[in-house]
């Protein structure tokens, strides 16, 4: 009982969601009611016409007996051979006497008619002949029921035959029919978030069309209202920037005049402060332009040569704390061998950047950190792996978050790193992937970011 009542719940559930469901259901019932009252129409037609065209066989005995004074006497078996369906024989016999082989009364009125002989239903063509006799022809009705109903059967049969193609080319139809509707939903779903574009109506039915525009209209309203959230951020950014270099300038001064050693101990947290909210504003306006899908120039460039730029950036930093960072790029590959990408320089120079600032900032003193470059099957994947606490795979989505950072590290940071190599990845459209170094504490972090050549 349960399982019946889940079922029609689903289709309940089903029929009211899809609308390609119902328009195959509804007209595969208006099919169906169509071709039963069909039916039912083309049985009776065919029963009809099949006795009236056994009717007229009666009558045509009857005139052929009467036309060609053929004598009313019972066949001998020996020369006609045997009946192969005695039921379906015809009786030709003459009314008024006992000798035909049905006690039939003398009375019958002249015509077609219905009699019934021990109980058996006969259908007769009772006439009068020249002679002056009353010739009386009948078969049996049940025999000519079959007849009949054999005919109606044939005649319904292909009916019966072509409904299941039909109601099968109609699905198939509605199914052709709203595919641009799923390939338009498949296509909005394989979006990144930040891709707002207009959704393309050219391929679509003129019924959609609106729906489709309404939409449009949407996401160009979510549109502004991100690049205004954007040219706030950057905006703001800009703005602080210049007071915060003053600020920097000044403690800098500050610090190259004779103080008291309370004075110079309480001056350091300043300037470190002061550090990072410039870190910060950097990330920031970063951040801004890495979630920008406005028009961006695209250059054909070597990851290897980009690698080599940065690390010649990097490598202060983690000497400082004496962390050793293994290349397996071949930073010095030949045209052949390079791994070679299509895209903004800035957007590929600021993702190998934060990832090896992260890797840098996270992995203790003394720690190593490897960094790899692959090309093939049309896929650039650059490696990062340090030795670092790692993170958890609760928190793998959540770190890609802006400004979310993993309770209990005390390193200095925003929190927008892996949020800006997220999203230039997305812009890119490839994907990134984080994973353990190691199998054992400290699980350390390994992130892949694959790129489409």
Excluded: C
Aim: net charge neutral; glycine share 6%; charged share 25%.
């Amino acid at each position: 009982m349960d399982g019946s009542k889940a079922k029609r719940q689903y289709v309940t559930e089903k029929l009211n969601r899809s609308l390609q469901f119902r328009l195959s259901l509804w007209l595969s019932l208006i099919i169906l009611v169509i071709a039963m009252v069909a039916g039912v129409i083309s049985f009776i037609s065919a029963f009809s016409e099949a006795n009236d065209l056994q009717d007229d066989q009666l009558r045509q005995i009857a005139a052929m007996i009467d036309g060609s004074d053929l004598p009313l006497v019972t066949p001998d078996p020996r020369s006609v051979g045997p009946i192969k369906d005695s039921e379906s024989q015809v009786i030709v016999q003459t009314l008024g006497n006992n000798t035909g082989p049905l006690a039939l009364p003398a009375n019958l009125p002249d015509g077609i008619q219905t009699v019934t002989v021990h109980e058996i239903p006969w259908r007769m063509f009772v006439r009068t002949v020249r002679s002056g006799q009353r010739l009386a022809v009948g078969q049996r009705t049940e025999v000519r029921d079959e007849v009949a109903r054999d005919g109606g059967l044939r005649t319904v049969m292909p009916l019966v035959v072509l409904i299941p193609l039909l109601i099968g080319l109609v699905s198939l139809l509605v199914r052709r029919m709203l595919r641009p509707i799923s390939r338009l939903s498949q296509e909005v779903d394989q979006r990144d978030d930040h891709d707002i574009r207009p959704l393309d109506d050219q391929h679509v039915p003129d019924e959609i069309r609106p729906l489709i525009a309404s939409i449009n209209r949407l996401l160009r309203r979510v549109a502004d209202v991100m690049d205004a959230q954007r040219r706030f951020l950057a905006d703001a950014a800009h703005e602080l920037r210049s007071p915060l270099t003053a600020l920097s300038l000044q403690a800098e001064n500050l610090a190259a005049t004779e103080l008291s050693p309370l004075s110079k101990a309480r001056l350091q947290p300043l300037r470190e402060g002061l550090t990072r909210a410039k870190t910060l504003l950097e990330q920031l306006l970063t951040l801004a332009r890495s979630q920008n899908t406005g028009y961006s120039h695209t250059t054909t460039l070597s990851v290897q040569k980009v690698l080599r730029r940065i690390m010649e950036d990097t490598l202060p930093l983690a000497e400082a704390k004496k962390i050793d960072i293994g290349v397996d790029a071949d930073t010095d590959a030949k045209a052949d061998s390079e791994a070679i990408l299509v895209a903004p320089e800035v957007d590929v120079i600021t993702l190998i950047r934060n990832l090896l600032d992260n890797a840098i900032r996270y992995t203790p003193i003394g720690g190593t950190i490897n960094v790899r470059v692959r090309t093939g099957n049309s896929v650039v994947t650059i490696e990062v792996e340090d030795t670092g606490p790692g993170i958890s795979v609760a928190e793998r989505e959540r770190v890609f978050d802006p400004f979310y950072r993993i309770l209990g590290n005390d390193e200095d940071g925003s929190g927008l790193g892996l949020s800006i190599v997220k999203s230039i990845v997305m812009r890119l459209q490839g994907t990134v992937e984080l994973r353990n170094a190691s199998s054992h504490p400290p699980f350390g972090l390994k992130v892949i970011i694959r790129l489409p050549v």
